[in-house]
């Protein structure tokens, strides 16, 4: 079985930098992208960046600049390095990731950007 863990969230002020991990575990035999995803209250989930097998990277123009996107092929992880933190960046943060075929999601770690 196939399963997605994040960590790394939490609670920081408004400037500060968090950097979450996503690593997928299980009977893997190929990951395409990995992706994180974040979903605010009373918001529509949106794709914050993804990064393919090939290392291809794309952002949503809220965070270009301020975020990075990187992944270790040999962990199966991908990481999300978050600075010049805004408290509109605050929301669940999701990895989301095709393996064999299929997409996975992970379980969702808060991050609360305030003073």
């Known amino acids: 079985q196939v399963q997605l863990v994040e960590s790394g969230g939490g609670l920081v002020q408004p400037g500060g930098s968090l950097r979450l991990s996503c690593a997928a575990s299980?009977?893997?035999?190929?990951?395409?992208?990995m992706d994180w995803y974040r979903q605010a209250p009373g918001k529509q989930r949106e794709l914050v960046a993804t990064?393919?097998?090939?290392?291809?990277?794309n952002y949503v123009d809220s965070v270009k600049g301020r975020f990075t996107i990187s992944r270790d092929y040999a962990k199966n992880t991908v990481y999300l390095q978050m600075n010049s933190l805004k408290p509109e960046d605050t929301a669940i943060y999701y990895c989301?990731?095709?393996?064999?075929?299929?997409?996975?999601w992970g379980q969702g770690t808060q991050v609360t950007v305030s003073s």
């Open positions: 299980g009977n893997i035999f190929s990951i395409y992208n």
């Open positions: 990064i393919t097998n090939l290392g291809h990277t």
């Open positions: 989301y990731a095709t393996i064999n075929g299929q997409g996975y």
